[in-house]
């Protein structure tokens, strides 16, 4: 890239939430030789019911402009007047993403011209910024498309035009699995697939001596099955409360914020919902699983998602339990893939008793293939021959 070439990341998940994913990296990452402005996802009224906590501190970063969080790298965050959600005909409506994005616009132009940033590249995570596009006329533009939001019932039906106009605009869309990338290439040509990856050294501290086992772990009956990110509606609980029924002197940990019902799996009590934890505290949590699982529920989402947790699990050299998901189909050898939970149930029993030093090892040294540096490189070497 040029050295004019400054970057902006438009629309990524907050930049303090314990989960660390894909555009957190990349900032990082570009930071290292580029001035980046992360542009957090914004916060609207009804955040402030709905995640309350994180709206207050999203709220104080609108206010205050622009956080300089390490060495070429600021943080920022907008406000939308209102929620764009439900029915087309009421806030649903483009009209209402169309008022969200005239607030965002003009304080965006002013902070990109504060920072000195000339003609940036935006790497966009959302389609929303569609009424943004027509400003940036010189800037390069890219999609970064992390799932089908077109599929998110959460999303109005109004988006899936508004993310077709949007992609139709791009200069480059980059998806993280083939099977998003094929759902979306009739809309525009230029379009590559770049899978998650991991933060490789971080997790591989799972397996070394010297660090401990998270005290709430340590207390737990072993073995331990256990899972981290979001608890949300692609959780398969009915293989999660099959298999802790049928193992019932198995803890089942589930670590990350709860953003579904699960009173159901709460009635077992061989089942512990711990909350988010630290993302540096991660390791010391992962050294006390004996299985690390992705159970997902099968859906038009999940068929086109590429978990970054499963390459953060494969660095802490933890046997994996996933369902069977397409882009995960590749790593057959290493990871037990399931179609139902009698597979869930009996996999984890098999991967408990097959488990050994040495393959601990090979599955560490198969993540250094997949490292958050790897991705990021594939990725500017896009955007070079683009420019």
């Not at 802490?316 to 790593?331: C, H, N, Q, R």
């Amino acid at each position: 890239m040029k050295k004019n070439r400054d970057i902006v990341i438009l629309y990524g998940p907050p930049w303090d939430q314990p989960a660390q994913l894909s555009k957190h990296h990349f900032a990082r990452l570009w930071a290292h030789d580029r001035r980046v402005l992360y542009v957090e996802a914004p916060v609207n009224p009804v955040s402030f019911i709905t995640r309350k906590q994180e709206a207050k501190r999203l709220w104080k970063r609108y206010k205050n402009g622009p956080e300089k969080v390490c060495n070429n790298l600021w943080v920022t965050t907008f406000f939308y007047p209102l929620p764009y959600r439900g029915s087309r005909y009421l806030l649903g409506g483009k009209w209402v993403n169309n008022i969200n994005q005239y607030f965002v616009k003009k304080k965006l132009k002013k902070q990109i011209s504060e920072l000195g940033f000339i003609n940036p590249v935006l790497f966009i995570g959302g389609a929303h910024a569609l009424p943004l596009l027509d400003d940036f006329k010189d800037s390069l533009k890219i999609y970064h498309c992390s799932d089908d939001y077109t599929l998110v019932p959460s999303f109005p039906q109004s988006f899936t035009d508004i993310e077709s106009k949007f992609i139709k605009k791009c200069d480059l869309v980059v998806t993280t699995t083939d099977e998003l990338k094929r759902s979306k290439q009739h809309l525009n040509s230029n379009i590559i697939s770049i899978p998650n990856g991991a933060d490789i050294d971080h997790f591989a501290q799972t397996q070394n001596e010297h660090v401990s086992i998270a005290k709430e772990i340590r207390v737990l009956p072993k073995p331990v099955i256990g899972y981290i990110g979001s608890i949300f509606r692609w959780l398969h609980q009915e293989w999660i409360d099959y298999a802790a029924r049928i193992n019932r002197d198995y803890s089942f940990v589930f670590i990350g914020p709860i953003t579904t019902d699960i009173s159901k799996l709460q009635n077992r009590k061989n089942i512990f919902f711990l909350g988010p934890r630290p993302y540096d505290s991660l390791p010391q949590y992962l050294k006390g699983f004996d299985v690390a699982t992705i159970p997902f529920t099968i859906d038009g989402v999940t068929l086109k998602a590429s978990p970054i947790k499963f390459y953060e699990y494969l660095a802490s050299g933890l046997p994996i339990v996933s369902t069977e998901l397409p882009d995960l189909k590749p790593f057959g050898e290493i990871t037990f893939l399931v179609k139902n939970k009698k597979q869930f149930s009996d996999q984890l029993n098999i991967a408990i008793k097959s488990d050994n030093s040495e393959l601990r090892t090979k599955r560490m040294e198969i993540s250094k293939k997949f490292s958050w540096e790897t991705r990021f490189n594939e990725l500017k070497n896009q955007i070079n021959n683009i420019i």
